[in-house]
């Protein structure tokens, strides 16, 4: 079965400091891995997934596959970047996509 | 508004109401959903619908009734709901692919008396 583990659920950290949200998944094929991101009053929106290798607002994140993790990762954390932070996971290869959330962290930037 | 859309926002109701939720999406998108989003508890799938036809019910009580109408809207019917349904109900959309990204709409709030 699939599952997603977020063991923090709150997290803070000093502006410009690094930040990391951990994310571990359990899939016994072969994963497609998202961070969604909810800012405060707006509504749950896509950051970045695996298949894209990509950096979006300073944030990457790397498929372990070894240690089925897919942490979320930025150098020097910024004030707009607080909210909440979920990380989800994919489980079908064709056709909709379910997926599947952690609990979410809440990521709180101190000025 | 462009994207998904969800009406209404707000929705209060008792054990015996019936009541319905409504969600629209003008992406072009093929697959819409709907999700539960309670306090203390991951964001739960609830219904896929992929074309129309619904391929995948999570185990949800009978007293939520989806329907889909078109690759464009999609409601979520309540009747004889339990308080602890009281919960933020999401929709999205995306298209067919596991890697496609889900568009969410702003969620009704539903609390029932």
């Keep these: ?111 | 508004e462009t994207g998904v859309t969800q009406t209404p926002r707000h929705l209060v109701m008792g054990m015996t109401n019936k009541k319905s939720l409504k969600c629209e999406q003008h992406l072009g998108h093929n697959a819409m959903y709907w999700y539960k989003q309670s306090a203390k508890k991951p964001l739960e799938l609830m219904f896929v619908y992929n074309f129309k036809e619904q391929t995948e019910n999570n185990s949800v009580p009978s007293r939520f009734s989806p329907e889909c109408p078109n690759s464009s809207h999609l409601f979520l019917h309540l009747h004889t709901l339990q308080p602890e349904d009281s919960a933020l109900y999401l929709c999205a959309s995306s298209g067919l692919a596991a890697t496609d990204t889900q568009y969410f709409g702003p969620g009704t709030r539903l609390t029932v008396l």
């Design chain 1, 1 to 111: 079965a699939q599952r997603v583990t977020q063991p923090e659920k709150l997290l803070s950290v000093f502006k410009g400091a690094p930040v990391e949200l951990k994310c571990n998944y359990s899939y016994s094929g072969s994963p497609e891995l998202f961070w969604y991101v909810q800012y405060s009053r707006q509504r749950l929106q896509l950051l970045l997934r695996h298949i894209s290798r990509e950096s979006i607002k300073g944030f990457t994140a790397d498929l372990n596959k070894g240690e089925t993790s897919f942490h979320l990762k930025k150098p020097f954390a910024q004030e707009e970047d607080s909210a909440m932070y979920y990380c989800a996971l994919s489980g079908r290869p064709t056709g909709a996509n379910n997926l599947f959330f952690g609990t979410g962290t809440r990521l709180t930037v101190i000025p």
